[in-house]
Protein backbone atom coordinates (compact mmCIF):
# COMPACT_ATOMS: atom_id res chain seq x y z
CA UNK A 1 0.00 0.00 0.00
CA UNK A 2 2.92 2.38 1.19
CA UNK A 3 4.54 1.45 -2.65
CA UNK A 4 0.97 2.56 -4.63
CA UNK A 5 1.17 5.83 -2.19
CA UNK A 6 4.59 6.39 -3.47
CA UNK A 7 3.81 5.90 -7.32
CA UNK A 8 0.61 7.80 -7.06
CA UNK A 9 2.21 10.96 -5.11
CA UNK A 10 4.78 11.26 -7.92
CA UNK A 11 2.10 10.53 -10.92
CA UNK A 12 -0.03 13.23 -9.36
CA UNK A 13 3.01 15.20 -8.60
CA UNK A 14 4.41 15.17 -12.89
CA UNK A 15 0.98 16.17 -13.61
CA UNK A 16 1.00 19.08 -11.68
CA UNK A 17 3.85 20.07 -13.10
CA UNK A 18 3.46 19.61 -16.42
CA UNK A 19 0.22 21.17 -16.42
CA UNK A 20 1.63 24.40 -14.72
CA UNK A 21 4.44 25.01 -17.54
CA UNK A 22 1.29 25.43 -20.33
CA UNK A 23 -0.55 28.05 -19.06
CA UNK A 24 -0.73 30.99 -21.38
CA UNK A 25 1.44 34.37 -19.67
CA UNK A 26 0.11 37.71 -20.81
CA UNK A 27 1.90 40.47 -21.75
CA UNK A 28 0.31 43.71 -21.53
CA UNK A 29 1.49 46.75 -23.80
CA UNK A 30 2.00 50.00 -22.64
CA UNK A 31 -1.72 51.83 -22.28
CA UNK A 32 -2.48 54.80 -24.59
CA UNK A 33 -4.03 57.46 -22.85
CA UNK A 34 -7.08 56.14 -20.75
CA UNK A 35 -10.57 57.20 -22.34
CA UNK A 36 -14.17 57.78 -20.29
CA UNK A 37 -16.46 55.80 -21.15
CA UNK A 38 -19.80 57.70 -19.68
CA UNK A 39 -21.78 54.33 -20.76
CA UNK A 40 -23.38 52.80 -17.22
CA UNK A 41 -23.17 49.35 -19.04
CA UNK A 42 -20.06 49.90 -20.81
CA UNK A 43 -17.88 46.71 -20.91
CA UNK A 44 -14.26 47.54 -20.65
CA UNK A 45 -11.70 45.93 -23.64
CA UNK A 46 -8.48 44.39 -23.68
CA UNK A 47 -7.10 45.91 -26.98
CA UNK A 48 -3.44 46.55 -25.21
CA UNK A 49 -3.28 42.64 -24.24
CA UNK A 50 -0.88 40.39 -26.45
CA UNK A 51 -1.11 36.73 -25.75
CA UNK A 52 2.97 35.37 -25.26
CA UNK A 53 1.77 32.54 -27.63
CA UNK A 54 0.49 34.10 -29.87
CA UNK A 55 3.64 34.45 -32.64
CA UNK A 56 1.55 36.18 -35.65
CA UNK A 57 0.79 39.37 -33.17
CA UNK A 58 4.26 39.60 -32.07
CA UNK A 59 5.93 39.15 -34.80
CA UNK A 60 3.99 41.92 -36.51
CA UNK A 61 5.51 44.58 -34.00
CA UNK A 62 9.10 43.26 -34.23
CA UNK A 63 8.88 42.56 -38.06
CA UNK A 64 11.79 44.77 -40.44
CA UNK A 65 9.63 44.97 -43.74
CA UNK A 66 10.86 47.02 -46.73
CA UNK A 67 9.65 50.56 -46.49
CA UNK A 68 11.09 51.86 -50.11
CA UNK A 69 13.17 50.00 -53.33
CA UNK A 70 13.63 52.42 -56.15
CA UNK A 71 15.37 51.05 -59.06
CA UNK A 72 16.09 53.38 -62.24
CA UNK A 73 17.26 51.94 -65.55
CA UNK A 74 19.50 52.58 -68.08
CA UNK A 75 18.59 53.64 -71.62
CA UNK A 76 20.60 53.88 -74.59
CA UNK A 77 22.70 57.07 -73.43
CA UNK A 78 24.45 57.65 -69.94
CA UNK A 79 21.19 57.16 -67.67
CA UNK A 80 22.18 56.05 -64.08
CA UNK A 81 21.72 52.63 -63.37
CA UNK A 82 20.69 51.38 -60.06
CA UNK A 83 18.79 50.37 -57.11
CA UNK A 84 18.16 51.23 -53.76
CA UNK A 85 16.10 49.44 -50.84
CA UNK A 86 14.97 51.09 -47.43
CA UNK A 87 14.11 49.15 -44.56
CA UNK A 88 11.67 49.91 -41.43
CA UNK A 89 15.13 49.28 -38.91
CA UNK A 90 16.51 52.13 -41.52
CA UNK A 91 19.22 49.69 -43.10
CA UNK A 92 19.68 51.10 -46.74
CA UNK A 93 21.24 48.97 -49.66
CA UNK A 94 22.51 50.63 -52.56
CA UNK A 95 23.36 48.51 -55.50
CA UNK A 96 24.98 50.53 -58.44
CA UNK A 97 25.36 48.86 -61.95
CA UNK A 98 26.30 51.28 -64.35
CA UNK A 99 26.93 55.13 -64.84
CA UNK A 100 26.88 55.45 -61.25
CA UNK A 101 30.08 56.87 -59.18
CA UNK A 102 29.58 53.77 -56.94
CA UNK A 103 29.41 50.88 -58.84
CA UNK A 104 28.55 47.36 -56.86
CA UNK A 105 26.84 46.77 -53.41
CA UNK A 106 26.99 49.28 -50.91
CA UNK A 107 25.14 49.57 -47.08
CA UNK A 108 24.26 53.04 -45.31
CA UNK A 109 21.80 53.58 -42.11
CA UNK A 110 19.22 56.19 -42.45
CA UNK A 111 19.06 58.45 -39.56
CA UNK A 112 15.78 58.56 -37.83
CA UNK A 113 14.03 61.75 -38.70
CA UNK A 114 14.66 60.79 -42.33
CA UNK A 115 12.96 57.45 -41.75
CA UNK A 116 9.93 59.53 -39.97
CA UNK A 117 9.50 61.72 -42.92
CA UNK A 118 9.18 59.07 -45.63
CA UNK A 119 7.10 56.99 -43.46
CA UNK A 120 5.36 60.12 -42.71
CA UNK A 121 5.02 60.72 -46.44
CA UNK A 122 3.82 56.98 -47.05
CA UNK A 123 1.06 57.22 -44.31
CA UNK A 124 -0.52 60.04 -46.16
CA UNK A 125 -2.16 57.28 -48.71
CA UNK A 126 -1.62 58.91 -51.92
CA UNK A 127 0.33 56.54 -52.80
CA UNK A 128 -1.48 53.65 -52.75
CA UNK A 129 -4.22 55.27 -54.98
CA UNK A 130 -1.67 56.20 -57.51
CA UNK A 131 -1.73 54.23 -61.08
CA UNK A 132 0.79 51.24 -61.19
CA UNK A 133 1.85 53.14 -64.66
CA UNK A 134 2.61 56.29 -65.66
CA UNK A 135 1.70 58.06 -68.25
CA UNK A 136 -1.50 56.40 -67.21
CA UNK A 137 -2.45 55.60 -70.68
CA UNK A 138 0.88 53.45 -70.89
CA UNK A 139 2.48 54.92 -74.10
CA UNK A 140 5.92 54.77 -72.53
CA UNK A 141 8.44 56.40 -74.38
CA UNK A 142 11.18 53.29 -74.64
CA UNK A 143 14.39 55.11 -75.08
CA UNK A 144 13.78 57.15 -71.85
CA UNK A 145 14.47 55.49 -68.22
CA UNK A 146 11.84 53.56 -65.63
CA UNK A 147 12.00 54.73 -62.48
CA UNK A 148 10.32 51.70 -60.27
CA UNK A 149 9.16 52.75 -57.22
CA UNK A 150 7.63 50.56 -54.29
CA UNK A 151 6.37 51.81 -50.81
CA UNK A 152 4.96 50.09 -48.21
CA UNK A 153 3.54 50.53 -44.60
CA UNK A 154 3.67 47.17 -43.52
CA UNK A 155 -0.06 46.59 -44.57
CA UNK A 156 -0.42 47.46 -48.01
CA UNK A 157 2.68 47.80 -51.09
CA UNK A 158 2.26 49.20 -54.11
CA UNK A 159 5.06 49.26 -57.43
CA UNK A 160 5.11 52.22 -59.65
CA UNK A 161 6.90 52.48 -63.49
CA UNK A 162 7.68 56.29 -64.00
CA UNK A 163 8.75 56.71 -67.27
CA UNK A 164 7.34 60.02 -67.56
CA UNK A 165 4.84 61.94 -67.27
CA UNK A 166 4.12 61.51 -63.12
CA UNK A 167 2.21 63.20 -60.57
CA UNK A 168 4.02 65.75 -58.73
CA UNK A 169 3.70 64.05 -55.06
CA UNK A 170 5.26 61.14 -57.18
CA UNK A 171 8.37 63.35 -58.87
CA UNK A 172 8.64 64.96 -55.32
CA UNK A 173 9.22 61.37 -53.21
CA UNK A 174 11.56 60.24 -56.01
CA UNK A 175 13.83 63.44 -56.06
CA UNK A 176 13.30 63.06 -52.12
CA UNK A 177 14.71 59.31 -52.18
CA UNK A 178 17.74 60.51 -54.67
CA UNK A 179 19.05 63.13 -52.51
CA UNK A 180 18.72 60.56 -49.27
CA UNK A 181 20.72 58.72 -51.47
CA UNK A 182 24.01 61.05 -52.15
CA UNK A 183 23.60 62.14 -48.39
CA UNK A 184 24.25 58.80 -47.12
CA UNK A 185 27.24 57.42 -46.04
CA UNK A 186 27.98 54.30 -48.16
CA UNK A 187 30.29 50.89 -47.18
CA UNK A 188 31.05 48.91 -49.48
CA UNK A 189 30.08 45.53 -49.17
Not at 134 to 145: G, M, Q, S, T
Request: with cysteine.
Amino acid sequence: MKNYFTWLTLLLGCFLLISCSKKNKVVVAPAPAPTINLEENATPTNENVIEEKSPSKLSEVSKVYRVVTMQKTGCYGKCPDYEFILQSNGDATYIGKKNVPRLGKYKAKAHAGFMFSIKSKINEGKFFKMSTIYPANEKVIEDLPDAYIMVSDNVHQIIIRNNHDAPTDLIEFQNKIERMIEELVWVKR
